[in-house]
């Protein structure tokens, strides 16, 4: 089994979405990963749980964690 390189600590939301799709803009990354997130429901309410907030600039550990178990390992 292979071991990963991903670390699941703070991430701003455009460092994130830049590493599930590099090769487009931040700006289209994040929008990007704003619909993965608005598509999987169950992930939505992880989100909410942990008070997220809509205009949040940046990702909690504990958010990143539950962004990598819906959508996998970017």
Do not use: D
Not at 3 to 8: A, D, L, M
Not at 44 to 57: M, W
């Amino acid at each position: 089994m292979e071991k990963s390189s991903f670390t699941p600590r703070s991430y701003s939301k455009s460092e994130l979405a830049m590493l599930y799709s590099p090769y487009i803009t931040p700006k289209a990354a994040v929008r990007k990963l704003n619909r993965w997130i608005a598509f999987n429901p169950g992930l939505r309410q992880q989100l909410a749980a942990t008070g997220i907030l809509p205009n949040a600039k940046c990702y909690t550990p504990i958010q990143v964690h539950a962004i990598v178990e819906a959508l996998g390992e970017p």
